[in-house]
């Protein structure tokens, strides 16, 4: 099993980015993401949505991985959970496809700054944490397993900085002119 961990911080509140989230897909960043489709959404009795959403996404296999892998999509599953009151986003992926050979498993959690109180004094900005964590685990027992995991590691890596600009993009489109400090 191999672990990834990574923290990033948006120049934008926590309500900016909760709505970006929504609004990732399309985006010229991630052609890869082919369809979204929500399956089901709800509130609980503590006023936290929940959501599950199917993603379908191209799946480019390097050339050692094709007689293991053929088909050109994969299909992953994405649970998220809203808590408007504590300003915490959760948001957990993982593939539906190929989990016979490696299970990706991505968690993320999105809320505000501690810092922002400072902040806010100051330039009237706040900012949003999201800590990411991943594992990539394939249950295949001989040598293979090694070159599955590290392969998935590294695209996942890549996929990230992807994603992390696309939201930025869609921030900007969209809530840049409100958050600048005045001058």
């Not at 911080?9 to 309500?15: D, H, V």
């Not at 050692?64 to 992926?93: C, F, H, Y």
Request: aromatic residues 12%; positive net charge.
């Amino acid at each position: 099993m191999k672990v990834f961990s990574h923290v990033h911080k948006y120049e934008f509140s926590w309500e900016m980015v909760s709505q970006a989230l929504w609004l990732k897909y399309p985006n010229p960043l991630a052609t890869h993401v082919l369809a979204s489709d929500i399956l089901s959404r709800t509130i609980d009795s503590d006023g936290i949505l929940h959501t599950v959403r199917l993603l379908l996404k191209t799946s480019s296999v390097p050339s050692w991985g094709k007689s293991l892998i053929n088909a050109p999509e994969a299909l992953i599953v994405e649970r998220s959970s809203i808590d408007p009151v504590n300003r915490i986003m959760t948001v957990q992926t993982g593939n539906i496809s190929y989990a016979g050979l490696i299970r990706v498993v991505e968690d993320q959690t999105y809320q505000c700054d501690p810092d922002n109180l400072h902040w806010y004094a100051v330039f009237s900005f706040f900012r949003t944490i999201v800590k990411t964590n991943a594992t990539f685990t394939s249950k295949i027992r001989w040598g293979l397993r090694q070159t599955l995991e590290s392969f998935s590691y590294s695209r996942f890596k890549e996929n990230l900085l992807k994603s992390t600009q696309g939201i930025q993009l869609i921030l900007e489109k969209f809530f840049a002119p409100r958050t600048q400090p005045s001058t």
